[in-house]
């Protein structure tokens, strides 16, 4: 009942106020044209800046002595982690972003540690430090350059922004759709920040460093690593599945255009033309972009095996998970997507795109979407997981096997240490 009563009050307000929305709607196709505009100026001094600065420079050297650092500077967003506050009780504790942080903090301990939040409007006074390791900010420039001798690691944790960019707005005319504000993310930072960088380091596939090679960044050495996911609360519990469906669950922080939201529901309208929709559900996890409630809206109503779950508390997620035979995840821009490592851990086989930044062994480990504008080959795979019930089980265990190999948080820090020492 009150699930109705709210529908009848978004409706009435919809249709009477849906003037504003189209007048929302045309603003931001007018913003389209000038974050079309920003990205082709950006693209320009990007190829000015290959060409004129860059183009005989030498590679800097990677080596570092790490038995004379004695002192490490290290900024993150304090949102996501905070050394002095990082327990469970904090919103996003359990998160990859904070994960990676978490870890990378402790691999530092023994040495003099600062900690910089990159999204303070003051920072006070900078330390003299032997090392900066940083989320590509204004702040870290501030601080590379007031330590000229140090040495600076960049840390990222998506594509190239020119990539980043290019594929939002294609998707955006594809689709007919805006793109919120919360998904674009400046090129120019990246600019000012690649300059005082003695090295990149960023999780994900050899797809994730090709996006920065493509757009020309030859001149600092980029170091791959693959984030590690807690196996100790992370694990397979087949019993919770349901037995008689095909649970699929799409996490997303934020249902929008750089997720494959819109790709999500096609290929699920295309899966329940072909497939009873009394033998499949699919859950809905993360943040509902606002820009995209109305659509969001139709298409639950549309479809009543689908469960908007909204943001969820870590051990929900984790039930969720172990009681999930897929994940689902047609991203058209990614670094290296936690979720979906987590949902393999607990059994989930992965559809995913190569823009997730996931190796996976096609067909063994799960499925890679080759076009992630293919509704018809997303529905494909989720169809074959359904029928072959000897598919989800040999490949579950591949799954698992593949995450407790690449991914746990020993063989990070031992990478990582490689990387840096």
Known sequence: MKDYIKKTIFFSIYKKYRFLYDKYVSFMFSTRFILSASYHMACLRNSIENIVFYRHQKKISTNI?????????????????????????????????????????????????????????????????????????????????????????????????????????????????HIPPSEWLRPNLFFRVRKYADFIVLPGSQFTKNTFLDYGVKEIPIKLFDAGINTDVLFSAPETRPKDKVRFIYPASHMGLRKGFFRMLEAWRKLNSIISSEKIELYLVGGNEISFVRELTFFIKEHPNVYNLGWVSDADQVSYFKSSHAVVAPAIEEGQVSAVLEAMA??????????????????????????????????????????????????????????LKYHTWKSFEENFKRIIM
């Not at 009780?89 to 023994?110: D, M, P, Q």
């Not at 960049?154 to 594809?174: F, G, I, M, Q, T």
């Not at 480990?365 to 000897?390: L, V």
């Open 346 to 403: 607990c059994g989930a086989i992965p559809i995913i795109t190569e823009q997730c930044g996931i190796d996976l062994k096609h067909g063994i480990e799960g499925f890679m979407i080759k076009d992630y504008g293919d509704a018809s080959e997303i529905a494909e795979y989720m169809r074959r997981i359904i029928e072959d019930e000897f598919v989800r089980k040999e490949m579950s265990l591949a799954t698992i096997t593949h995450i």
């Open 65 to 177: 002595d790490w038995k004379n650092i004695n002192s490490v500077l290290f900024l993150h967003s304090k949102m996501h982690f905070y050394p002095p506050e990082d327990n469970p009780g904090r919103l996003y504790y359990y998160s990859g972003i904070t994960n990676v942080a978490r870890h990378i903090w402790k691999i530092c301990e023994g040495k003099e540690c600062f900690y910089m939040d990159v999204k303070a409007r003051e920072l006070g006074p900078i330390p003299k430090v032997d090392m900066i390791i940083g989320l590509m900010s204004e702040n870290f420039r501030l601080c590379a350059k007031a330590n000229p001798r140090a040495k600076k690691i960049l840390l990222l944790v998506n594509c190239h922004p020119l990539y980043r960019a290019k594929v939002l707005l294609s998707e955006s005319r594809k689709l007919s759709k």
